[in-house]
Structure formats: C-alpha cells, structure tokens
C-alpha cells in the first residue's frame, strides 16, 4: 500500500520558517519524482517545487529564493524547507510522486500552512 505521509506545517508569523516532510512507503522512493503542491481556499492547486529521481529541482517564481526542496532516499523522505514565509504562502501543502513513463501518481493528504500575524 503506498502512503505519502506530509508533517511539519503549521502557524506561523510573516517573515517565519517551516520545514515540511513527506514520509513515502510502499513506492520504489529513488525512482520516483517527487514534488509538493499547495492549494489555497477557492484557488486551484498549484506546483510548489519539484525534484526528480536525479535531484533536478524546479520552483514556481514565486518561492524562488525563499523555498527549498530536497529528498533522503535512504530516509524514503522529501523535504521542502519554506523560509521568509508571506500571508500569500498560507494554503495546505500536499505530497506528490510520480514515476516517469507510467500512470502511477500518489498524493499525501496535505498539511496546513498558514502565516498570519
């Protein structure tokens, strides 16, 4: 069974640092792509940042500078560390894997951001 499993959100003022995990089991972890995604209220979800099985890392401009993503695959685990927080970056944070060349895609069940003063 696989499980995407997100930690590490929560409230926290402007200018504030968080470090998100996602613990994945039941997938080959090296081989996947990973990335986190967030979604606001009444917005659509969005890519956040991604990094694939070779440690390539893509950011959405605008967290470029502020947010970090990086993977343990010995640990099974993708981290996304979110520095210089702004009220606009408040959305639930969610988990992704895929695996090139095939339908298989997973989610985690997301983890709630919110910067607020």
């Known amino acids: 069974q696989v499980q995407l499993v997100e930690s590490g959100g929560g409230l926290v003022q402007p200018g504030g640092s968080l470090r998100l995990s996602c613990a994945a089991s039941?997938?080959?972890?090296?081989?996947?792509?990973m990335a986190w995604y967030r979604q606001a209220p009444e917005k659509q979800r969005e890519l956040v940042a991604s990094?694939?099985?070779?440690?390539?890392?893509n950011y959405v401009d605008s967290v470029k500078g502020r947010f970090s993503i990086s993977r343990d695959n010995a640990g099974n685990t993708v981290y996304l560390q979110l520095n210089n927080l702004k009220p606009e970056d408040t959305a639930v944070y969610y988990c992704?894997?895929?695996?090139?060349?095939?339908?298989?895609?997973?989610w985690g069940q997301g983890t709630q951001v919110t910067v607020s003063s």
């Open positions: 039941g997938i080959i972890f090296w081989f996947a792509d």
């Open positions: 992704n894997a895929v695996f090139d060349g095939t339908s298989q895609n997973y």
């Open positions: 990094i694939s099985r070779r440690g390539k890392t």
